[in-house]
């Protein structure tokens, strides 16, 4: 009988990254002073409306189910920053910060999710379905590894169009067993979708740690059946994020088909707001916080570098705070949606 493979190792946290060189060829990270800027503004931005959105959610004021971002910002702002505004985005229910860094309006995504008619979804689709066409961004879906087809299907479409743009396609570590996945990649890379399958690896499917769940932790391999080419990245580090996703977009802009990133990231609150997260400890949250925060890494890269002072960076927290604070205010004044709502949106016509 042959010897069942050893299952690799995993380090507890991201290897971190160093500094890349600048250079104009994908992948070679070179990024302007103001860009970093923008990264980290970005990233605050999320942080402080997650945290607020979980304040909302402990008074009552968002129902159902409310999953969280906090701590994992560096990855879909670093991905953003690699695609343009005809590029086409869908991710999981975690999907708050997906949003905000597409660009849709703090005052829409709180309003939805408070219920409010002021919403993107029109107060109907809550946490996990927001829509906007005009951002091209695609959900937000319930179901997990539903996104992943869908997303498929938008690189389908892209490539039936005959233009060259790309589908960004989120999900993670609990999704990336999922049947649909592996039918998914198999046709993207049949057809040579242009695809960029991101796998947020924030280590808990719910509260399962991946070693339990994946034969394989090595996520980033799952296309190899399928000839898909795919990387592991320090997900708490904006700049390695973005310069893996330079490469990814670049492959699949080109007509050379999926590439899959597996981002080692990691989420401090639970799984959703209902979680107490009791299936890890204290020291291990910690010390993510402490040694890897995304924030905190580019912070201390923008101060290291002179290009920012505390005082500019204590305006940009106030004015983010500000930002926020409208959007909670503008959905709490919202109205809830007309009960005969109930009846529209349900089905389109050809």
């Known amino acids: 009988m042959a010897k069942p493979a050893e299952k690799p190792k995993v380090e507890s946290l991201p290897a971190k990254s160093t500094s890349p060189a600048k250079s104009s060829r994908p992948g070679d990270n070179s990024v302007s002073a103001e860009e970093l800027k923008s990264f980290h503004r970005s990233m ?21 189910f409310c999953h969280l971002y906090i701590g994992q910002e560096a990855v879909v702002v670093g991905m953003q920053s690699t695609i343009g505004d005809a590029d086409s985005v869908i991710t999981s229910y975690r999907d708050h910060g997906h949003m905000l860094a597409c660009g849709m309006d703090p005052k829409g995504v709180m309003a939805e999710l408070t219920g409010r008619s002021g919403g993107y979804s029109k107060g109907k689709g809550g946490s996990m379905h927001m829509f906007s ?84 932790t090595e996520l980033y391999r799952h296309g190899e059946a399928f000839g898909i080419p795919g990387e592991r990245v320090d997900g708490m580090d904006v700049l390695a994020v973005r310069a893996a996703g ?30 107490p997260a009791k299936y890890r400890t204290k020291e291990e949250v910690d010390k993510y916080r402490n040694e890897r925060d995304p924030i905190d890494h580019l912070r201390k890269r923008l101060l ?13 927290d106030a004015e983010i705070r500000k930002i926020v604070n ?9 109205p809830e949606p007309d009960p005969s709502e109930l009846w529209t949106d349900v089905l389109i016509g050809a």
């Open 44 to 64: 605050l931005l999320i942080r402080r409306f997650e945290e607020r959105a979980g304040q909302l959610y402990g008074m009552g004021l968002i129902g159902g």
């Open 326 to 334: 409208e959007a909670a205010e503008f959905a709490q004044h919202s």
């Open 246 to 275: 330079e490469k990814a977009v670049a492959h699949a802009r080109s007509g050379a088909g999926p590439y899959i990133l597996e981002m080692q990231t990691y989420r401090y609150r639970g799984h959703s707001m209902s979680d």
């Open 133 to 216: 066409r005009d951002k091209h961004f695609y959900g937000g879906h319930g179901i997990v590894g539903a996104q992943v087809p869908i997303g498929t299907g938008l690189a389908f479409a892209h490539k039936y169009q005959g233009g060259k743009n790309v589908s960004l396609t989120y999900f993670g570590d609990g999704s990336a067993n999922q049947g649909q996945v592996y039918e998914a990649m198999n046709m993207a890379a049949l057809w040579k979708l242009p695809v960029i399958y991101i796998i947020e690896n924030n280590r808990y499917g719910m509260g399962t740690s991946v070693e339990r769940a994946s034969a394989t």
């Open 304 to 316: 290291d570098a002179g290009l920012v002072d505390e005082a500019a960076l204590k305006v940009v």
